[in-house]
């Protein structure tokens, strides 16, 4: 649980950190309000948005712990990449990545908080789950500006390499058996067939 709570930490850190130095990338990059504005939007949500469920969909038949591992040294990794762009379109792409890695936290640690907790547990764990994340926005507004003194790049290569020992950690994590499966198999329906029980549970 606490892997999953530092992972909060990180995701919220790396997903806010370019609004907190928007500034100074804008000036070193001599671009608008319209390119900052998709460096601070679309570049983030829009592999998350396209991939976003496959991502989920890998939860549900994969090593949830080593999955997530791999996620979170591509968002770390993108970061960093992000501190060493020459330009907006190297950033764009980079800042895609980090909202792709990103994507397959909430499913993994929702499903694993469910395997490792009891009913009356989970609620709590969640709640922690949920905590680090909100403390990880308000650390995204410290952290940066403090190594930004450095130079905005700084920032982005030390918060990026933050993620990079969680990773390894969580590699090595044993994943726990899944529950609430018939028989304790996985549900290995394909996405079209979780779409379709989505839109059958629309009025719930």
């Known amino acids: 649980m606490l892997l999953l709570f530092l992972s909060a930490i990180v995701y919220s850190i790396d997903k806010g950190i370019v609004g907190v130095l928007a500034e100074p990338i804008r000036r070193e990059f001599a671009i608008g309000d319209t390119e900052m504005g998709l460096l601070l939007g679309l570049a983030y949500s829009l592999l998350s948005g396209i991939l976003g469920l496959g991502l989920g969909h890998l939860v549900d038949r994969s090593h949830r712990f080593r999955l997530l591992a791999g996620c979170i040294l591509l968002w770390s990794v993108a970061t960093i990449a992000c501190g060493l762009a020459h330009g907006f379109g190297d950033f764009?792409?980079?800042?895609?990545?980090?909202?792709?890695?990103?994507?397959?936290?909430?499913?993994?640690?929702?499903?694993?908080?469910?395997?490792?907790?009891?009913?009356?547990?989970?609620?709590?764990?969640?709640?922690?789950?949920?905590?680090?994340?909100?403390?990880?926005?308000?650390?995204?507004?410290v952290i940066p500006g403090w190594l930004a003194g450095d130079g905005w790049r700084s920032a982005f290569m030390v918060c990026g390499a933050l993620g990079i020992p969680l990773a390894v950690l969580l590699a090595f994590n044993r994943e726990p058996p899944r529950r609430g499966m018939a028989g304790g198999t996985v549900d290995l329906s394909g996405i079209p067939a979780k779409l379709a029980r989505l839109w059958a549970m629309r009025a719930l």
């Not at 792409?93 to 993994?108: I, N, Q, S, T």
């Not at 907790?117 to 949920?130: E, H, K, M, V, W």
């Open 92 to 141: 764009f792409v980079y800042r895609m990545l980090v909202g792709l890695g990103e994507a397959a936290l909430a499913p993994a640690a929702v499903s694993l908080i469910a395997d490792m907790f009891a009913p009356g547990q989970r609620g709590r764990a969640l709640s922690a789950y949920l905590i680090g994340a909100s403390i990880g926005s308000g650390l995204s507004s």
